[in-house]
Protein backbone atom coordinates (compact mmCIF):
# COMPACT_ATOMS: atom_id res chain seq x y z
CA UNK A 1 0.00 0.00 0.00
CA UNK A 2 3.04 2.32 0.81
CA UNK A 3 4.61 1.75 -2.69
CA UNK A 4 1.37 2.89 -4.53
CA UNK A 5 0.87 6.14 -2.12
CA UNK A 6 4.27 7.10 -2.72
CA UNK A 7 3.93 6.25 -6.43
CA UNK A 8 0.88 8.31 -6.84
CA UNK A 9 2.29 10.71 -4.41
CA UNK A 10 5.72 11.46 -6.58
CA UNK A 11 3.52 11.68 -9.72
CA UNK A 12 1.45 14.74 -7.92
CA UNK A 13 4.78 15.98 -7.09
CA UNK A 14 6.35 15.76 -10.73
CA UNK A 15 2.83 17.37 -12.17
CA UNK A 16 3.51 19.93 -9.79
CA UNK A 17 6.87 20.79 -10.31
CA UNK A 18 6.06 20.88 -14.08
CA UNK A 19 2.99 22.91 -14.23
CA UNK A 20 5.52 25.68 -11.61
CA UNK A 21 8.68 25.61 -13.93
CA UNK A 22 6.33 26.11 -16.81
CA UNK A 23 4.77 29.28 -15.52
CA UNK A 24 7.92 30.64 -14.77
CA UNK A 25 9.01 30.09 -18.65
CA UNK A 26 8.35 32.76 -21.05
CA UNK A 27 6.60 31.85 -24.06
CA UNK A 28 8.22 31.44 -27.63
CA UNK A 29 4.88 33.90 -29.05
CA UNK A 30 6.07 36.49 -26.83
CA UNK A 31 9.47 36.48 -27.29
CA UNK A 32 10.03 35.07 -31.24
CA UNK A 33 13.32 32.99 -31.99
CA UNK A 34 15.53 34.11 -29.01
CA UNK A 35 12.67 32.11 -26.36
CA UNK A 36 13.38 28.63 -28.10
CA UNK A 37 15.50 27.61 -25.29
CA UNK A 38 12.74 28.53 -22.54
CA UNK A 39 10.07 26.63 -24.27
CA UNK A 40 7.26 25.03 -22.03
CA UNK A 41 7.39 21.11 -20.88
CA UNK A 42 3.57 20.84 -21.53
CA UNK A 43 1.09 21.89 -23.82
CA UNK A 44 -1.58 23.18 -20.99
CA UNK A 45 -4.26 23.58 -22.83
CA UNK A 46 -4.37 20.83 -24.84
CA UNK A 47 -3.59 18.72 -21.52
CA UNK A 48 -6.68 20.37 -19.93
CA UNK A 49 -8.74 19.52 -23.33
CA UNK A 50 -7.34 15.89 -22.88
CA UNK A 51 -8.61 15.89 -18.74
CA UNK A 52 -11.95 16.62 -19.45
CA UNK A 53 -12.37 14.64 -22.43
CA UNK A 54 -11.53 11.40 -20.11
CA UNK A 55 -13.70 12.89 -17.05
CA UNK A 56 -16.44 12.89 -19.86
CA UNK A 57 -15.81 9.55 -20.60
CA UNK A 58 -15.65 7.97 -17.47
CA UNK A 59 -18.89 10.11 -16.29
CA UNK A 60 -20.58 8.74 -19.33
CA UNK A 61 -19.66 5.09 -18.02
CA UNK A 62 -20.27 5.22 -14.71
CA UNK A 63 -23.80 6.32 -15.57
CA UNK A 64 -24.15 3.49 -18.05
CA UNK A 65 -22.47 1.44 -15.47
CA UNK A 66 -25.17 1.96 -12.77
CA UNK A 67 -28.31 2.35 -14.83
CA UNK A 68 -27.65 -1.82 -15.52
Partial sequence: MRVFLGMIL??????????VYDS?????VANG???????TIV???VAA?????????AQDGW???SSK
Avoid at 10 to 19: D, H, R, S
Avoid at 24 to 28: E, F, I, L, P, V
Avoid at 33 to 39: F, I, K, L, Q, Y
Wanted: no cysteine; aromatic share 8%; glycine share 8%.
Fill in 63 to 65: VRL
Fill in 10 to 19: GALLLTAGVY
Fill in 43 to 45: NWD
Fill in 49 to 57: SEWNGLKNR
Fill in 33 to 39: ETASANR
Fill in 24 to 28: SSTST
